[in-house]
Nanobody, 118 residues
Framework: QVQLVESGGGLVQAGGSLRLSCEAS????????MAWYRQVPGKQRELVAS???????TYADFVKGRFTIARDNAKNTVSLQMNSLKFEDTAVYYC????????????WGQGTQVTVSS
């Protein structure tokens, strides 16, 4: 069982920066992919960025060049450095991880609010 807790969300002015962090805890096997998603009320949750255990990254087009995802396997954490924030980035951001077992298990954090003022 993996428990995920996000932190770092808040209110920031357009053009500013925030760093989100997610820590995995509990009893679990090897964590595979880790990712950040975001969701606006009334819309579907969308992938922001993902990272494999060996560090290979993938970014959504709307954050390329502005956001950076990173992980620390020793600490079981994943972060999302968000620079040049735009009003459109306002959303609830969710941490997502896949645990390697006989069948992969996916876990979600509770979400952290990011609000960008224009």
């Amino acid at each position: 069982q993996v428990q995920l807790v996000e932190s770092g969300g808040g209110l920031v002015q357009a053009g500013g920066s925030l760093r989100l962090s997610c820590e995995a805890s509990g009893r679990f096997s090897t964590i595979k992919d880790m990712a950040w998603y975001r969701q606006v009320p009334g819309k579907q949750r969308e992938l922001v960025a993902s990272i494999t255990r060996d560090g290979s990254t993938t970014y959504a087009d709307f954050v390329k060049g502005r956001f950076t995802i990173a992980r620390d396997n020793a600490k079981n954490t994943v972060s999302l450095q968000m620079n040049s924030l735009k009003f459109e980035d306002t959303a609830v951001y969710y941490c997502n991880v896949d645990e390697e077992r006989l069948a992969t298990i996916t876990y979600w954090g509770q979400g952290t609010q990011v609000t960008v003022s224009s």
